[in-house]
C-alpha cells in the first residue's frame, strides 16, 4: 500500500504536475509556431511569382558604337581565342551580316538555337513556378527548360551534356530569381549576331518582377574566351495578360524550301 502524503509532498507533487503541464503547453506552442511561420519564412524568399507568358528582351540598337552582341551596347572583352572564335561566326543579321547563304548560321540547317539566343529573340516564353524547381517553355521551338530550385548545388561536370539548353540550378536572393546555368553547347550562338560562347563558359542569370514587367540581366564567366566576367544591359519583357504559346516548330523540311526558294537565290547559290 501506498504511504499517504503529508502537505509538504502533495505541493511538491502539485507543482511538478504543473511544471509538466506548463512544459507540454510550451512545447505544443512552440511547435505549433513552427507550424504556422516555418513555411512563411521558407516561402518568403520565393514570395515574388514569375509565371505568366513574357514577351520581349530584343536587342542591338547599340550596334554603331562598337558593340558585339544583342545582350550589351559594350565591347565582349575576348581574349585571343574568344576574338577568333568571334570572327569564325559569319551571321546574317547585326552589323558584321552578310548574306545568310555565304554565313555559317547553325539555324540556317535548322539546328536548335539554343537558351540564350531564344531570350534574346522578341518570341514569347512562359513561366510555370512549382515548389522545387521554375520551368520554362518557349514557344521558338516549343521546347522547355527546368530551373532547380530545390537546393542543390551547381555541378563542376555533367558528362552527359553538353545541352542546348543548358543545366540550370537557381536560388532567390529577396525577390530576384539568380540562376546558374552551365553545360551549355557552344555550337549554338549567343544571339542572332554571332557571338560566341564556350562549352565551359558559366552564366549567371538575374531574373527580376516589377508588377507587369520583368528585368533580366547576365553574366558571362569563361577564362579561356573572355578577360573579365562580362554583364549585360537589362533585358526587359513585359506580361502579356491570358498569353497562351503559339507552335513554332523549327522544322527541317520547311527550311529546306525556305532556303531553296529564298536564301540561297538571293547570295547567287544553287539550290542544295
Do not use: H
Request: aromatic share 10%; with cysteine.
Amino acid at each position: 500500500m501506498a504511504k499517504p502524503c503529508g502537505l509538504a509532498e502533495v505541493e511538491i507533487v502539485r507543482r511538478i504536475d504543473n511544471w509538466e503541464s506548463e512544459m507540454r503547453n510550451g512545447i505544443f506552442i512552440s511547435v505549433l509556431a513552427g507550424a504556422l511561420f516555418l513555411p512563411l519564412a521558407a516561402t518568403a524568399q520565393t514570395a515574388t511569382d514569375l509565371s505568366g507568358v513574357w514577351t520581349g528582351g530584343g536587342g542591338g540598337a547599340g550596334a554603331a558604337g562598337g558593340a558585339m552582341s544583342q545582350w550589351g551596347a559594350k565591347p565582349l572583352p575576348f581574349t585571343a581565342a574568344g576574338l577568333a572564335k568571334f570572327n569564325a561566326n559569319k551571321p546574317g543579321k547585326g552589323p558584321r551580316q552578310g548574306p545568310p547563304a555565304l554565313g555559317n548560321d547553325p539555324i540556317g540547317d535548322s539546328n536548335p538555337p539554343g537558351l540564350y539566343r531564344t531570350l534574346i529573340y522578341g518570341r514569347p516564353f512562359e513561366f510555370i513556378q512549382l515548389k522545387n524547381k521554375v520551368i520554362q517553355i518557349f514557344e521558338w521551338g516549343k521546347v522547355w527548360r527546368v530551373i532547380y530550385t530545390d537546393g542543390r548545388k551547381v555541378p563542376d561536370q555533367l558528362p552527359a551534356g553538353p545541352y542546348w539548353y543548358g543545366y540550370s540550378v537557381g536560388k532567390w536572393e529577396g525577390d530576384t530569381l539568380v540562376v546558374d546555368t552551365v553545360a551549355l553547347d557552344s555550337r549554338a550562338w549567343l544571339d542572332e549576331w554571332g557571338t560566341p560562347f564556350g562549352d565551359d563558359t558559366r552564366v549567371q542569370e538575374r531574373w527580376r518582377r516589377q508588377d507587369n514587367n520583368l528585368e533580366l540581366t547576365v553574366k558571362l564567366t569563361d577564362p579561356a574566351l573572355l578577360k573579365e566576367p562580362w554583364i549585360s544591359d537589362t533585358k526587359r519583357y513585359r506580361l502579356q495578360p491570358n498569353g497562351e504559346l503559339d507552335e513554332m516548330i523549327f522544322a527541317p523540311i520547311d527550311e529546306k524550301e525556305f532556303n531553296s526558294r529564298i536564301r540561297n537565290p538571293a547570295a547567287g547559290v544553287p539550290s542544295r
